[in-house]
T-cell receptor, first 112, second 111 residues
Framework: DQQVKQNSPSLSVQEGRISILNCDYT??????FLWYKKYPAEGPTFLIS?????DKNEDGRFTVFLNKSAKHLSLHIVPSQPGDSAVYFC???????????FGSGTQLTVLP | NAGVTQTPKFRVLKTGQSMTLLCAQD?????MYWYRQDPGMGLRLIHY???????AKGEVPDGYNVSRLKKQNFLLGLESAAPSQTSVYFC??????????FGPGTRLTVT
């Protein structure tokens, strides 16, 4: 039973345009959401987060939106840059040690 | 400040062999985690630790054991490797309930 779903395995956008990556979840107990970025042959790195008491969090070119009623998050990157090409994971923490529950990821490719 | 390091980076085992993966962190984090990532999937939690001397099972613990004898180290052991354990293994650590810091990964192949 997948609690976190990223239904788009891949996304390609032109440099300078907006990238929108989506994440759906089923567990209404999730109260915090993190986005991680992963380059090949490297470990994931933290990108941006949002608390369930907010509906938007912005950090530079990155904005995450949370729609609790729909159990849906989206990560917006604008403008997209070739260096943003990576796999993006949605990962809410849960459990006694706040262990992360990862979605399957979306491979973003930004074309120059 | 090296962050989270993992040893080795690559390893090939034959079915039935054993090995230990070492994770070390120099950030004085209490929480440490072992994940595995298979193609087309997200990371799945194998075992975790909330402090020195403690360990707990995650989502996919079968075939693995762990130990946290020192706060800075978290060891993952495979007693009898199987081809299904071919994967990329990531260690992570954190000091709070939220952001985790990941190591570069260990690519393990079991033939």
């Amino acid at each position: 039973d997948q609690q976190v779903k990223q239904n788009s395995p891949s996304l390609s956008v032109q440099e300078g345009r907006i990238s929108i990556l989506n994440c759906d979840y089923t567990n209404s107990m999730f109260d915090y959401f993190l986005w991680y970025k992963k380059y090949p042959a490297e470990g994931p790195t933290f990108l941006i987060s949002i608390s369930s008491i907010k509906d938007k969090n912005e950090d530079g070119r990155f904005t995450v939106f949370l729609n609790k009623s729909a159990k849906h998050l989206s990560l917006h990157i604008v403008p997209s840059q070739p260096g943003d090409s990576a796999v993006y994971f949605c990962a809410p923490p849960a459990g006694s040690a706040r262990q992360l529950t990862f979605g399957s990821g979306t491979q973003l490719t930004v074309l120059p | 400040n090296a962050g989270v390091t993992q040893t080795p980076k690559f390893r090939v085992l034959k079915t039935g062999q054993s090995m230990t993966l070492l994770c070390a962190q120099d950030m004085n984090h209490e929480y440490m985690y072992w994940y595995r990532q298979d193609p087309g999937m997200g990371l799945r939690l194998i075992h975790y630790s909330v402090g020195e001397g403690t360990t707990a099972k995650g989502e996919v613990p079968d075939g693995y054991n762990v130990s946290r004898l020192k706060k800075q180290n978290f060891l993952l052991g495979l007693e009898s490797a199987a081809p299904s354990q071919t994967s990329v293994y990531f260690c992570a650590s954190s000091w709070d309930y939220y952001e985790q810091y990941f190591g570069p990964g260990t690519r393990l192949t079991v033939t």
